[in-house]
């Protein structure tokens, strides 16, 4: 009944993922709104949005939503905030925050990533996702595991993103916070000024009418 009456193939999906048809410019102003109108206080709205903004730090890739929701309980923040907060990792932002969690990263640990290893984020964390897998079924079966691409994923990728992340996590965090708090703090109260004026406007011609004056022989 919910089918769309033409399947859509693999790559046109895949392609939606990254660029709606409508562009990012509707899906981002429905996500603000939506933001707006949570039914909590400005502070644990702003709260939850950091939240998320931070858990989209780390470097474990598919549980981000899960991490804002600690994060966001942790810091009483407002779950639904933290989930819609997770959503500044997204496929135009992941590149960026990958290349600057491991540049704090390593700088923290004395180095610099090796050339051409940002570009290559992506294809460690394939390669370390395939040899897991492979090693999980080895314990299963006669296959050999094998940890070398685990070991080198670990030390040249994982541990700096998570050095990183843990700092530039909280800083976005905090800044999500300052730029979220105003802007739904005014977007209440106006919503609370334009109720408060319906309700005067409603109640306005039930108002009793003046009396008379006897004396002008009304």
């Known amino acids: 009944m919910f089918k769309r009456r033409e399947p859509r193939s693999f790559g046109h999906a895949l392609r939606a993922t990254f660029w709606p048809q409508k562009g990012w410019l509707r899906p981002a102003h429905y996500i603000s709104r939506r933001i707006q109108r949570l039914p909590d206080s400005p502070e644990r709205i702003a709260r939850g949005i950091a939240a998320g903004v931070a858990a989209s730090f780390s ?9 804002a929701l600690l994060v966001a309980k942790l810091v009483r923040g407002n779950m639904l905030a933290a989930f819609i ?3 500044f990792g997204n496929p135009f932002t992941a590149l960026p925050i990958m290349a ?30 395939k040899q897991l897998w492979h090693n999980i079924q080895a314990g299963f079966g006669p296959a050999t595991a094998h940890w070398n691409e685990l070991v080198d994923f ?28 105003p802007l739904v703090r005014a977007y209440q109260n106006m919503r609370r000024n334009r109720r408060l004026a319906r309700q005067a406007e ?17």
Do not use: C, D, K
């Open 59 to 67: 470097p474990v890739i598919g549980v981000h939503a899960l991490i």
């Open 100 to 129: 600057g969690a491991l540049n704090v990263g390593y700088a923290v640990m004395g180095s610099r990533p090796a050339e051409g290893m940002i570009a290559a984020v992506p294809e460690h964390f394939i390669n370390a996702a």
């Open 85 to 87: 907060g997770q959503g």
């Open 154 to 181: 670990w030390h040249m990728i994982f541990l700096p993103f998570l050095i990183g992340g843990a700092i530039l996590g909280p800083v976005f965090g905090v800044l999500a916070y300052g730029v979220t708090l």
């Open 202 to 218: 409603l109640a306005a011609p039930n108002q009793p009418l003046p009396a008379r004056n006897e004396e002008n022989g009304g």
